[in-house]
């Protein structure tokens, strides 16, 4: 069976030798066996939460996944500083070790209220100056292309992305009721969205035309944290 085990060494020397980074960068990775499990995005190192108990969630029946802790990587190839100054990045990376069968770029993020909300524009806190106009939307796509970009650009890297059958950018959002403890879901503004979402996602998410991720091999995906991906 092929072995796809080998991508922390890829990042820890390609990937710093390409991109002239000077730092030595131990890379997060976590060796997963879980079927079902959630990911979140606040901790500092990788921690598995209890299926629904995090932010994104997993079903994994295609044999051992690694992951990692792409954005705390990018976070330490802090030599040259010029490296990681307004690098865009997503959280985390997931493959598959035993079989080339999956490989997501995940960025995990969130709203109060209602799927609009992540639809309004990212603003400068100081200056005012829109710098996406399409909300947690438009930043998530971009933090996933540039880390697409990223990698894509060390060759070893990126012909081991190629190698895998299935290549996603996954954006994995939750939705924070804002209710009463009153309140049922049934009279939530947005309860009709989710039903139309849960036929739309599944299990795969839903696909999102995005011309520059797919030229560089990816389907573009998106799905609402109540609902969970299957790898």
């Known amino acids: 069976m092929k072995n796809m085990s080998n991508m922390k060494q890829l990042l820890e020397n390609d990937f710093l030798k390409h991109h002239k980074v000077a730092a030595i960068v131990a890379v997060d990775c976590l060796c997963v ?3 079902d499990f959630d990911l979140d995005d606040e901790d500092s190192s990788i921690s598995l939460k209890a299926l629904g108990k995090g932010k994104a969630s997993f079903h994994n029946d295609n044999g051992e996944l690694e ?3 792409y954005e705390d990587f990018i976070n330490k190839c802090d030599k040259p500083p010029s490296f990681k100054k307004g690098r865009k990045k997503c959280d985390h990376l997931l493959y598959h070790t035993t079989t080339p069968k999956t490989v997501v770029l995940l960025e995990i993020t969130s709203a109060l209220g209602s799927q609009a909300n992540l639809e309004k524009p990212i603003t400068h806190r100081t200056t005012g100056k829109v710098l996406y106009e399409g909300g947690k ?3 998530c796509e971009d933090q996933l292309f540039q880390s697409l970009s990223t990698l894509d650009e060390v060759p070893s890297i990126s012909r081991r992305l190629k190698a895998y059958t299935r290549r996603i ?3 994995a959002y939750t ?3 804002a209710q009463t403890k009153s309140q049922s879901i049934g009279s939530r503004p947005f309860a009709k969205y989710l039903a139309i979402e849960a036929k739309a ?3 795969n998410g839903a696909i ?3 011309r520059r991720i797919e030229d560089l091999g990816f389907e573009y ?3 609402e944290h109540q609902y969970v991906f299957k790898l």
């Open 208 to 210: 999102i035309e995005c």
């Open 33 to 35: 066996t879980d079927v």
């Open 201 to 203: 996602t599944a299990d």
């Open 169 to 171: 950018c996954l954006m």
């Open 175 to 177: 939705i924070k009721p």
């Open 221 to 223: 995906r998106r799905i």
């Open 137 to 139: 939307f438009e930043k």
């Open 67 to 69: 992951i990692i802790h």
